[in-house]
């Protein structure tokens, strides 16, 4: 019954800049954790920059200083700046959840379907 709906992928050209935001929706006590990952053909998914209950953020380091995460607590939204795009960010980029719902003793991790972003050089 939970759903994340991603949106702001594309395609961009080298040093420019796109926002993604992902939005979760559903019976939802708590939300644990919550932020980006990305993943390449063949490769593990990676952290991109994430949220934790806390508010504490975690950034890789291939992004710092070029991305930034915010979040609209009210709406359960987190989203990601991306400045400066490099031809190897080029990727598909999901949200992650780790939520706790209100039917369920213990909080689960949930996915979006992913947004495709592409830079150009």
């Known amino acids: 019954q939970v759903q994340l709906v991603e949106s702001g992928g594309g395609l961009v050209q080298a040093g420019g800049s796109l926002r993604l935001s992902c939005t979760a929706s559903g019976s939802i006590f708590a939300i644990n954790a919550m932020g980006w990952y990305r993943q390449a053909p063949g490769k593990q998914r990676e952290l991109v920059a994430t949220f934790n209950s806390g508010g504490k953020t975690n950034y890789a380091d291939f992004v710092k200083g070029r991305f930034t995460i915010s979040r609209d607590n009210a709406k359960n939204t987190v989203y990601l700046q991306m400045n400066s795009l490099k031809p190897e960010d080029t990727d598909i980029y999901y949200c992650?959840?780790?939520?706790?719902?209100?039917?369920?003793?213990?909080?689960?991790?949930?996915w979006g379907q992913g947004t495709q972003v592409t830079v150009s050089s």
């Open positions: 992650n959840a780790v939520l706790r719902l209100y039917s369920d003793f213990k909080t689960s991790d949930y």
